[in-house]
């Protein structure tokens, strides 16, 4: 079979073709512009792939819900020129196949567990770090939505006790990802995270956000195995620290060997790198052949 992918980010589109054996064959990526201009050129990149069917993970929030009026889209978005965008119903009109639709974190979850490092496993959460903040669940056997989606990246957070900015989300202030994000280390710091040395405080401060909100979700949906991706979590020394405030936190609540004595193989990076969503929306346009097969 040939499945189209596409990661629909914020900041780029990726668009690529693979198998249901989770070999891509061909990658493109461009920057996310108005939809008019984007959306041309991903219908354009799919002219002549003749694929059998099309799995997509977006930014959002987007609707999730079959039965809704507005599913397919893009809904609140600050994004200018996104809002209230029907991405599905756009390439619906140019590709009658089956379609997989969810959030681009959801499709790096559900990508870590047909293919990565949570393969197998009956559970698992991806958090992203980077310009945003995202998290996808993953929890017996399929990929949690629910009233709209999960939105992980804006639980509210404790200050850190030396921590003054203010926070960069302009809808809540000082939640996980007006904190941790990428925009509120460059805020905080005055540079990009990436030009900040492995010894800055901003590390320590760093890890205190995330190890909290990794804790609420060790707390609240148990999972398996949490991976953490995004650019931010590209400093190597981001990881130790995460994970020993996490266990600083716990304080030997959850009495798991995973996070007692293996943290380091329970809180991992992904295992399939900076590509989790796009392999993701494969997965997604795989099960979409599925579901219609089974619905037969």
């Not at 190890?211 to 130790?240: D, R």
């Not at 995973?258 to 992904?270: A, D, G, H, T, V």
Request: glycine share 14%; proline share 6%; net charge negative.
């Amino acid at each position: 079979m040939r499945i189209g992918a596409i990661e629909a980010g914020g900041t780029k589109f990726l668009c690529g073709v693979g198998n249901e054996l989770g070999i891509m064959e061909d990658v493109v990526h461009f920057p996310t512009e108005h939809p008019d201009v984007t959306l041309s050129r991903v219908i354009s990149y799919f002219s002549e792939k003749n694929v059998d069917a099309i799995g997509i993970g977006s930014f959002g929030p987007i609707d999730l819900k079959p039965s809704s009026t507005t599913y397919g889209f893009v809904t609140t978005t600050p994004k200018q020129g996104w809002g209230h965008c029907d991405v599905l119903g756009k390439l619906k009109k140019h590709y009658d196949v089956p379609y997989g639709w969810d959030t681009d974190v959801n499709a790096a979850a559900y990508g870590e567990t047909v293919w990565g490092a949570a393969k197998g496993l009956g559970s698992c959460v991806y958090i992203t770090i980077g310009t945003g903040v995202g998290v996808g669940v993953y929890a017996e056997g399929r990929l949690v939505h629910g009233l709209v989606h999960p939105e992980g990246g804006h639980v509210l957070i404790r200050r850190h006790p030396d921590d003054e900015y203010a926070g960069a989300c302009p809808y809540h202030g000082d939640c996980f990802e007006g904190m941790a994000a990428g925009p509120a280390i460059e805020a905080r710091w005055g540079v990009k995270g990436d030009q900040l040395p492995a010894d800055h405080p901003a590390w320590p401060m760093e890890a205190y956000y995330i190890a909290q909100a990794v804790a609420g979700i060790i707390l609240t949906h148990s999972p398996e195995k949490i991976i953490l991706g995004g650019g931010v979590m590209q400093q190597a020394h981001l990881l130790p620290l995460v994970r020993s405030e996490v266990q600083r936190i716990l304080n030997g609540y959850v009495q798991a060997d995973e996070i007692m004595n293996r943290i380091e193989e329970y809180i991992i990076p992904p295992g399939l790198g900076s590509q989790a969503g796009l392999y993701g929306a494969l997965a997604l346009g795989l099960k979409a052949i599925q579901d219609r097969r089974s619905a037969v």
